[in-house]
């Protein structure tokens, strides 16, 4: 299964470092991703990390988020920088393959002053 922690209440231009867990075997050949859900909206990919260690982002997170991941920890990061009120929401992660594993409950982020 998949364990996220690390969100909280933060202010804007503050940082955050989200870590995912696999409880499972073979992490290391997994393309991984992070994921979010703001209220009201449809749960959407943030950045993406393939197993090679290559990463994608979204436009509205690139140059602020970094994603990496420990394969002797089993575990991807997501590194928040200079966060805006607008990334609020609840972030997941997850495979990026066409059967996903279970999603974990998530960990709330929140940007407020």
């Known amino acids: 299964y998949l364990e996220e922690s690390g969100g909280g209440l933060v202010q804007p231009g503050g940082s955050l470092r989200l870590s995912c867990v696999y409880s499972?075997?073979?992490?290391?050949?997994?393309?991984m991703a992070w994921y979010r859900e703001a209220p009201g909206k449809k749960r959407e990919l943030v950045s993406n990390?393939?197993?090679?260690?290559?990463?994608n982002y979204i436009d509205a997170v690139q140059g602020r988020f970094t994603i990496s991941r420990d394969n002797a920890k089993n575990t991807v990061y997501l590194q928040m920088y200079s966060l805006k009120p607008n990334v609020t929401a609840v972030y997941y992660c997850?495979?990026?393959?066409?059967?996903?594993?279970?999603w974990g409950r998530g960990t709330q982020v929140t940007v407020s002053s």
């Open positions: 499972g075997n073979r992490f290391s050949l997994f393309d």
């Open positions: 997850n495979s990026t393959a066409k059967i996903q594993f279970t």
């Open positions: 990390i393939f197993s090679g260690g290559t990463t």
